[in-house]
């Protein structure tokens, strides 16, 4: 039987290279890989998570999410949001204990996508969270 090795989450955007400098600037992501001319799609990353912004074929006038459109584990999420507010990204949701076992805060790309950030016991020693078993 075949393993899934790895998976990646693809954001629709509106504009790529906006998109791309939200990331990289605000965020801290790496420069992106930008294909196509002009460019219609780009790969950013930072630490061991990699997204794909890919550039949206309809316009739409919202993200279709449910709620998270991403959600980034952290081994300092208090350390986290002070950096991105430093950058001058928008704490839409201020840091704060979670049922679930998370300390989390949300901000949102200029696409609308509602980013959430937290820690748990696994995450804040440096350690992958998922999957459990």
């Known amino acids: 039987m075949a393993r899934l090795v790895q998976?990646?989450?693809i954001l629709e955007v509106k504009d790529i290279k906006r998109s791309e400098a939200f990331y990289r600037?605000?965020?801290?992501?790496?420069?992106?890989?930008?294909?196509?001319?002009?460019?219609?799609?780009c790969i950013?990353?930072?630490?061991?998570?990699?997204?794909?912004?890919?550039?949206?074929r309809?316009?739409?006038?919202?993200?279709?999410?449910?709620?998270?459109?991403i959600y980034l584990y952290v081994d300092d999420v208090n350390a986290m949001a002070a950096e991105l507010s430093a950058r001058g990204v928008t704490i839409e949701r201020e840091?704060?204990?979670?049922?679930?076992g998370c300390r989390d805060f949300d901000i949102r790309d200029p696409d609308g996508h509602v980013i959430g950030i937290g820690?748990?016991?696994?995450?804040?020693?440096g350690k992958l969270t998922l999957?459990?078993?």
């Open 7 to 9: 998976g990646v989450t």
């Open 25 to 41: 600037e605000r965020l801290g992501f790496r420069p992106g890989l930008f294909f196509g001319e002009p460019p219609t799609f």
């Open 44 to 56: 950013v990353s930072r630490d061991s998570v990699t997204l794909f912004l890919d550039l949206a």
């Open 58 to 69: 309809t316009p739409r006038a919202a993200p279709i999410n449910q709620y998270w459109a």
């Open 95 to 100: 840091p704060e204990d979670q049922p679930y």
């Open 119 to 125: 820690q748990n016991e696994l995450s804040a020693e």
């Open 131 to 133: 999957p459990y078993a």
